[in-house]
């Protein structure tokens, strides 16, 4: 089979890496791709976001299928297009997408089928927005409604914590059309979780259970970020969580997604709390996560290619899919200055002795036209090891990432340990 990727980024590194390893997957493309993705697929000159570029370059190449990694195409309707060309295609449609692009759809969503997750109201007028912060008191959560590179939400200590993110979003505009609705919720609090699951409209295949670390600095501080670091599986996600969370938010999620007339193919990504009132939903994506795919695709033991090809097919139930034991985590290593302003162009020394015990996902790379390799964005590489145990794991994640260097690199070294 003739496969394209869409997407250029940690995520789909580890997605390619692992298609790459399907008998069935003949040829492999990635769109845009980066310097990492170039060691296991052929990339491609084409925007993620330019759907009707990414179609006919899919046409006139023939591709057999089309694996749609990142939320803007999603939503923006790039799996749709594909179907409508003939060609199939891994992903939610867009009208299934939105539980990730609308903030405020998921949560209406969530109170509609009486899915567990935090009280919240949604505005679009700042001074009403700004009231509800005054009556309600902090902490709480401001939430831009649409897609912010997982950066457009604020856990706000203080009532003018809250309020500045709320002006920021709705009247400095600062996530664009994105922030000018904007959903204000409890601030929940208990460990957080992550789980992806697969889904085929129908039937639902969760994946090990991930934690990823959002904030830029040790000791959970600092800004939010895409993503500092993942490892897989919780600790906190016991077998008795996990039948929970199976019957009282995710079948319920597939079964209203269906009931609305939006059948989700695809993975869903359920962010939990737990809370001491039980599980409870703190937001839904509709895609694989990053940095979360790079340990948990490093766990999978099925054919991945099998998994795509049946949950389009609407057979996954027939698909047995298998995990390894252990453990796996993943160190992103970032630009000083991430998630503010950095630098992009410089060298990066020692991937290959750090590629010798662990997989360096490339996230934000490119060939110079010298052939090194430069950093081009915030999130540069993610170094992924596994281990028989997760504290194994974390510490050979950290060993392979010790040779790796480049100007102002910044990570933190407390994955896996808060």
């Known amino acids: 089979m003739k496969v394209l990727v869409v997407g250029g980024g940690g995520r789909e590194h580890a997605i390619c890496w692992k298609l790459a390893q399907s008998p069935k997957v003949t040829e492999l493309y990635c769109a845009p791709g980066n310097a990492g993705i170039a060691q296991v697929a052929t990339c491609v000159p084409v925007s993620a976001t330019d759907v009707e570029g990414m179609v006919k370059w899919a046409k006139d190449n023939a591709m057999d299928f089309v694996m749609v990694a990142p939320d803007d195409p999603l939503a923006l309707g790039m799996v749709d297009a594909m179907e409508a060309a003939g060609i199939p295609a891994f992903g939610p449609h867009a009208n299934a997408a939105v539980i990730e692009a609308s903030k405020a759809f998921s949560k209406s969503l969530m109170k509609k089928y009486h899915i567990p997750t935090a009280k ?101 501080q600092g800004p939010n970020t895409g993503g500092m670091g993942a490892f897989c599986p919780s600790p906190n996600y016991t077998p008795d969580i996990a039948a929970r ?48 795919t790079q340990p948990i695709l490093s766990m999978l033991d099925t054919d991945l290619m099998d998994i795509f090809q049946a949950c389009v097919d609407g057979t996954l139930d027939q698909v047995d899919v298998k995990w390894k034991s252990g ?92």
Do not use: W
């Not at 927005?129 to 939430?143: D, M």
């Not at 997604?257 to 994506?285: C, H, Q, S």
């Open 120 to 220: 919240y109201e949604t505005f679009t007028d700042l001074d009403a927005a700004l009231a509800y912060i005054r009556r309600e008191g902090a902490p709480i959560v401001v939430k831009a409604d649409g897609l912010a590179l997982g950066k457009g939400v604020v856990v706000a200590a203080t009532v003018e914590e809250a309020e500045k993110a709320v002006r920021e979003m709705m009247e400095d505009h600062k996530f664009g059309a994105s922030g000018s609705t904007v959903v204000i919720e409890d601030c929940m609090v208990g460990p957080e979780v992550t789980v992806l699951a697969f889904c085929d409209g129908e039937h639902l295949v969760p994946m090990l259970s991930s934690q990823d670390h959002k904030r830029a600095y040790d000791g959970n």
């Open 245 to 292: 969370c199976e019957k009282e938010i995710f079948q319920p999620s597939v079964a209203a997604l269906r009931a609305e007339g939006r059948p989700f193919k695809g993975v869903i990504y359920f962010g939990l709390m737990l809370t001491a009132d039980g599980p409870k939903v703190v937001e839904y994506n509709a895609r694989f996560g990053d940095p979360e």
């Open 327 to 418: 453990a796996a985590c993943c160190i992103v290593l970032a630009s000083g200055g991430y998630p503010v302003e950095y630098q992009k162009g410089y060298p990066i020394s020692g991937l290959e002795e750090a590629g010798k015990s662990a997989v360096v996902f490339h996230a934000g790379t490119k060939k110079a036209d010298n052939g090194d390799v430069v950093t081009n964005g915030g999130r540069v590489l993610g170094v992924t090891a596994t281990g028989d145990t997760l504290p194994q794991a974390i510490a050979n994640a950290y060993a392979a990432a010790k040779p790796i260097s480049f100007r102002d690199m910044h990570f933190r070294t407390d994955i896996g340990k808060v």
